[in-house]
C-alpha cells in the first residue's frame, strides 16, 4: 500500500462510502495531492454533500458493482460496510487491486513522512482544527486532516500547504489509529467510551499504550495534565518508555503550556501559558475545554516546528493565529447570532463533552437561560453511561429529548435503555424536560418557548441537528 501511495498525482482512487466524516477528509486530502477522485455513497443529504461538491469530486448515491472498474489503482472503503453487504466493495475485491479500509490508507499515507496523530475520547477534533489554524499562520508546508469542516480551512476538513508533513485527528475506535505512524502523539482524553467494542476502561487504555509503542526512539506524547486518563498514561511512558519525551498541557505550574490565567472578557476567553508569560491569547469559542485544546494546540505545532525545522514559532504567530480560530462544523458551532437568540449545533455524545459544552455556555454567557435537544447515540454507549448521561444535562434550563440514534455497527440488546429512560431520569432530577421521539416533531413546541435572549442548542451525533438548522432559518427569515 506504501508503493501505491508514494506518488498521489494521477493516483485513480475510488472510496466506497465517501460521505462519511473521515472518508471526505480523506477524499480531499487525495484530490489536493492531485490523486484522480471518485466515489459513492447512499442518497441521504449529509453535511458532507456540500464539502464534496466544493472540492468537485465526483460520486454516485448508489452502490452498484457497475462503478467498479480495473483501471481503478486502490480502493477506499468505510468501516461501516463488508464485502458480503456492499455490492462495490465485493466487485473491488474481485479486481486484485489494493483495497484498503479508511483507517489503512490513512496509516499508509504516514509511511515515510512526518506525522502527528491527535487523538483521545473527546476534544480530538477542535484541537487538529485549532492545530492547522496555527500551522496555516505560521505557514509551514505540510497539511492537516480533521474529522469535520472548518471553518478556517474554508469549510473544508483539510489544510493542504505541501507534503512535509501530516497532522491528523486519530480514533481510537476499534484501536484503528494503530494503522498510524506517528512522530507524535497528542493525547486530549481517556474514559470509558466505543462499549460497543471496548470491554471496560482498561481495555481503552490498552489501545492508548499500544499506541504509544507506535512512537520511535524520538517520539514524543503531548498530554492533557487535566485528564485523569491522559495522565495516568503519561505516567506508564514515563516508567515503561523513558525514550518518549512526556510533555504536559494544560494543569501542571511545571509545563511551559500550564493555563497561568485565564478569564472572559465581552464573550472572548483570554488566557496565558507559562512559556509565553508576556502573550495574551484569545478564544472566540467557548469553554475551559476549549482553551485545553488551544493549549495542546500550540504544544503540538511548537513541537512539531522544532523537531522538523530545528525553530520555534513566535508568540505572535500563536497569538495571530488562536484569535482567528472560528470553530469547526458540529463543535459549538454558531447558526445564528442576533440581538435576540443564539442559535447553535454541537457534535457532543459523550457525557464529559456535553457538561463541558453547557458549562463553557453558562459561563460565556451568563444570565441567558440555554435551552438544548439531545439525542444520544448508540445503545450500547446509552446504557453504559445512563447516569452520566442524565447528569450531564444538569446545566440546561429546558430539555428536549428524542429516541436514541442507532449505530448500524451495534445490536440492540434485549432491555436496552430508550430515549424515553432518559427523559424520565432528567425529569426526576428536577429538570423541565419534554420529550419527542422523532427530533423534527419538536420544532414547532421549541420555536414556540423560545424567548427574546435564549441560547438554544442541538447535542448528539443523532440527527436532530436538523432541529437548529431549521429553527436558525426560520428566525433568520422572521427578523429578516
Given amino acids: 500500500m ?17 460521505k462519511g466524516t473521515g472518508m471526505t477528509a480523506l477524499a480531499q486530502y487525495l484530490h ?11 442518497s441521504d443529504i449529509f453535511y458532507t454533500d456540500a464539502i464534496l461538491k466544493k472540492e468537485g469530486i465526483p460520486y454516485f448515491e448508489t452502490f452498484d458493482a457497475c462503478h467498479i ?49 491527535i487523538a483521545g475520547v473527546h476534544g480530538k477534533t477542535t484541537t487538529t482544527a485549532i492545530t492547522g489554524t496555527l500551522i496555516d499562520e505560521a505557514d509551514i508546508p505540510g497539511a492537516v486532516i480533521v474529522g469535520s469542516g472548518v471553518r478556517n480551512f474554508g469549510g473544508s476538513q483539510v489544510l493542504y500547504k505541501g507534503g512535509d508533513f501530516l497532522v491528523a485527528e486519530t480514533c481510537e475506535y476499534r484501536r484503528h489509529f494503530l494503522h498510524f505512524s506517528p512522530d507524535i502523539i497528542l493525547v486530549t482524553s481517556i474514559e470509558p467510551d466505543h462499549m460497543d467494542y ?13 499506541y504509544i509503542r ?9 498530554y492533557c495534565a487535566q485528564d485523569n486518563g491522559a495522565s495516568e498514561l503519561a505516567q506508564w511512558v514515563i516508567k515503561e518508555h523513558s525514550h ?6 494544560g494543569g501542571s505550574e511545571n509545563s511551559p503550556y500550564a493555563i497561568m490565567s485565564e478569564e472572559i472578557v465581552d464573550g472572548v476567553i483570554r488566557f496565558r501559558l507559562g512559556k509565553f508569560p508576556d502573550a495574551l491569547f484569545e478564544l472566540k469559542v467557548p469553554g ?32 495571530r493565529g488562536l484569535s482567528r480560530f472560528f470553530g469547526t462544523t458540529r463543535r459549538s458551532e454558531i447558526l445564528l447570532k442576533n440581538d435576540d437568540y443564539l442559535i447553535m449545533d454541537d457534535y457532543a455524545h459523550h457525557p464529559t463533552a456535553i457538561a463541558v459544552t453547557l458549562k463553557g455556555l453558562k459561563e460565556m454567557y451568563p444570565g441567558r437561560r440555554l435551552v438544548v435537544s439531545f439525542m444520544s447515540h448508540t445503545y450500547s454507549r446509552t446504557n453504559a453511561l445512563f447516569e452520566e448521561f442524565c447528569r450531564s444535562l444538569m446545566n440546561a434550563d429546558v430539555v428536549y429529548l428524542h429516541r436514541i440514534y442507532p449505530s448500524a455497527r451495534e445490536t440492540k440488546a434485549a432491555g436496552s435503555v430508550e430515549g424515553q429512560d432518559v427523559f424520565r431520569r432528567v425529569s426526576e432530577l428536577g429538570k423541565t424536560a419534554f420529550y ?25 451525533a443523532g440527527d436532530n441537528w436538523i432541529i437548529s438548522h431549521t429553527i436558525a432559518k426560520k428566525l433568520e427569515n422572521t427578523q429578516s
Wanted: charged share 20%.
Fill in 69 to 117: 472498474h480495473n483501471n481503478t489503482d486502490v480502493f477506499v472503503y468505510s468501516a461501516a460496510y463488508t464485502k458480503e453487504t456492499n455490492p462495490e466493495l465485493n466487485a473491488a475485491f474481485q479486481t486484485g487491486k489494493p483495497v484498503l479500509i479508511y483507517p489503512e490508507a490513512l496509516g499508509a499515507l504516514t509511511k515515510g513522512r512526518f506525522s502527528v496523530g
Fill in 2 to 18: 506504501e508503493q501505491v501511495f508514494s506518488t498521489l498525482k494521477d493516483c485513480r482512487c475510488y472510496l466506497i462510502g465517501i
Fill in 198 to 210: 471496548f470491554k471496560d476502561y482498561e481495555d481503552i487504555c490498552d489501545a492508548f499504550k499500544q
Fill in 436 to 460: 419527542y421521539d422523532q427530533p423534527h416533531d419538536s420544532i414547532n413546541h421549541i420555536l414556540s418557548d423560545l424567548r427574546p435572549g435564549d441560547i438554544f442548542i442541538t447535542l448528539g
Fill in 288 to 319: 475551559h475545554h476549549t482553551v485545553l485544546n488551544a493549549a495542546g494546540s500550540i504544544a503540538a505545532v511548537t513541537e512539531l516546528m522544532r523537531m522538523r525545522y530545528g525553530c520555534e514559532p513566535s508568540a505572535e504567530i500563536l497569538t
Fill in 32 to 42: 489536493r495531492c492531485g490523486a484522480l477522485v471518485e466515489g459513492s455513497d447512499g
Fill in 214 to 222: 507506535l512512537l520511535p526512539r524520538n517520539g514524543v506524547l503531548i
Fill in 244 to 249: 518518549i519525551r512526556c510533555i504536559p498541557y
